[in-house]
């Protein structure tokens, strides 16, 4: 089974999955998208650069996401989403941990692939809501997984204290509106040690 956990500053935690981990994230190939919608009719696709993480010997996945790195092709408004919307001097990271089968993965053939649902416990913002997550694992190569989600994760901005922000930000672009929900995306590469 898997258990995915976000917390926003776990810098001590987040130390230990860099230096202990038997898996490390690949930066370089891993990717976390969200699509926001403006003005009832205008979809934008934003993503993070920042993201590191491993899987420990324990068993333990990680993904740390620093939210300062937010790309939405405009500068100043990745300054507003890290200042206004995420507050990333208060809340400077997410930290996703998922709890894995390592015998699972070290059993999965190269080319074998793992789908299901499963129960997400995500904090953002300093608050904590149960999701459930549709997953893929494959086994690329011996040390390569691949995570990915099998169908596109909905997010309500309410849930995590964040519409102030996006209303904020709306008064300030001039917006008709922004839709409180964005659709979540994301692939995540690991390399064994």
Known sequence: MFKIQAATALPLLLCSFSVFAEWSLDEEQSSFYYVTSKASAISEV??????????????????????????????IRNERMSEIVFKVAE?????????VETAMIDG?????????????????????????VDLQVLKTDADTLQVSLARPLIVNAASFGLAEGVEQ?????GLPSINPNVVVDFTLVYNRQ
């Open 169 to 173: 930000l709306r008064e300030i672009a």
């Open 91 to 99: 809340y400077p990271r997410a930290l996703v941990s998922v709890g």
């Open 46 to 75: 934003n993503s993070f650069a920042g993201l590191s993480g491993g899987i420990s010997d324990e068993g333990v996945a990680s993904l740390a996401i620093a939210l300062a790195t937010v790309d939405t092709a405009i500068e």
């Open 108 to 132: 999965m053939e190269q080319g074998a692939s793992i789908t299901g649902n499963y129960d997400a416990e995500i904090s953002l913002h300093g608050i904590t809501q149960t999701m459930g």
